[in-house]
């Protein structure tokens, strides 16, 4: 079966500009979060969303950024006005459950350069 | 706060030797430990898991035992194999959130 998808895979955008990163995860999957990974920082937690909300979106890193799910399945994150220290890839997951022990399985990640 | 804490690395070793990378957490309550890999150009996936003390989790030869008295979660295999470079991440989830927190990564080179 289909697993977690993003897109797209690499972006490429001037510091400033608007960018939104698509995240579609597993059919039937409730739960859906974002990641960061980057050099400095690791993989750092972003938002996770249950359904159509986001319970918890204590790792967003300004208001910069926002996220949003719809219909319960894909989810965009969008960041304004990129900044260099933006520049990561974006990692998407989701799971079945709600049980925090439950595997999240993983996008391939978009690739974000802010020159 | 609710930390995990890796070795080091890079770590180098031949083929067939024995790897352990250390892992341990800070952590309230019970929390669920794992061990993800992330292969050469390919996503995350699990490598294996324990949701309570005394658990070991095992997978495609790799083991890793949930000690609470230690906060570890340390990886071993016993025979690594060149198909095993990779970047390991040892993380956590606990009660409360679904997030996953995870160490800084530790990536293994094994050579033939």
């Known amino acids: 079966g289909a697993g977690v998808s993003q897109s797209p895979s690499n972006k490429v955008t001037e510091k400033g500009k608007d960018v939104e990163l698509r995240c579609d995860p597993i059919s039937g999957h409730t739960a859906l979060y974002w990641y960061r990974q980057s050099l400095g920082q690791g993989l750092e937690f972003l938002i996770y969303f249950q359904g159509n909300s986001a319970p918890d979106k204590s790792g967003l890193p300004s208001d910069r950024f926002s996220a949003e799910r719809t219909g319960g399945s894909v989810s965009t994150l969008t960041i304004q006005r990129t900044q260099q220290e933006d520049s990561a890839v974006y990692l998407c997951?989701?799971?079945?459950?709600?049980?925090?022990?439950?595997?999240?399985?993983f996008g391939p990640g978009t690739r974000l350069t802010v020159t | 706060g609710n930390s995990v804490t890796q070795m080091e690395g890079p770590v180098t070793l031949s083929e067939e030797a024995f790897l352990t990378i250390n892992c341990t957490y800070t952590?309230?309550?019970?929390?669920?430990l794992f061990w993800y890999v992330q292969y050469p150009g390919e996503g995350l996936q699990l490598l294996l898991k324990a949701t309570k003390a005394d658990d070991k989790g095992s997978n495609k030869g790799f083991e890793a035992t949930y000690r609470k008295e230690t906060t570890s979660f340390h990886l071993e295999k016993g025979s690594v194999q060149v198909s095993d470079s990779a970047v390991y991440f040892c993380?956590?989830?606990?009660?409360?959130?679904?997030?996953?927190?995870f160490g800084q990564g530790t990536r293994l080179t094994i050579n033939p």
């Open positions: 952590a309230t309550g019970y929390p669920s």
């Open positions: 997951a989701s799971s079945g459950d709600r049980d925090p022990s439950y595997e999240q399985y």
């Open positions: 993380a956590l989830t606990y009660q409360g959130a679904q997030k996953l927190v």
